[in-house]
Nanobody
Framework: QLRIVESGGGLVQAGGALRLSCAAP????????LGWFRQAPGKERDFVAL????????HYAASVKGRFTISRDNAKAMGYLQMNSLKPEDTAVYYC???????????????WGQGTQVTVSP
């Protein structure tokens, strides 16, 4: 089992920014595609962004494109999600995930963190 830990969530006003981090054990992080997902209360877990193993390919949900940036540092076994121009509708628990395919579906990701809460006030 590969343990992932997210951090960086919090409360921010609309228009503000947060940077989420995702820490994984060293050694195998670079073998996996990195995905970020979010889940608001009473809703399904939604795709936010993904990044290929080497970092050369990115894909974003339409709702966050241009505002969020996904990145990774394989040497440090760290993943990141920079979130700018935050909106109240971005409020959710954000999850980092590792998988073996470049997919928007949560079902295609094997390892998940515990989630970090992001709350954006109007």
């Amino acid at each position: 089992q590969l343990r992932i830990v997210e951090s960086g969530g919090g409360l921010v006003q609309a228009g503000g920014a947060l940077r989420l981090s995702c820490a994984a054990p060293p050694g195998t992080f670079g073998d996996y595609a990195l995905g970020w997902f979010r889940q608001a209360p009473g809703k399904e877990r939604d795709f936010v962004a993904l990044l290929s193993w080497s970092g050369g390919y990115t894909h974003y949900a339409a709702s966050v494109k241009g505002r969020f940036t996904i990145s990774r540092d394989n040497a440090k076994a760290m993943g990141y999600l920079q979130m700018n121009s935050l909106k109240p509708e971005d409020t959710a628990v954000y999850y980092c995930a590792l998988g073996t395919s470049l997919s928007e579906s949560p079902k295609d990701y094997t390892y998940w963190g515990q989630g970090t809460q992001v709350t954006v006030s109007p």
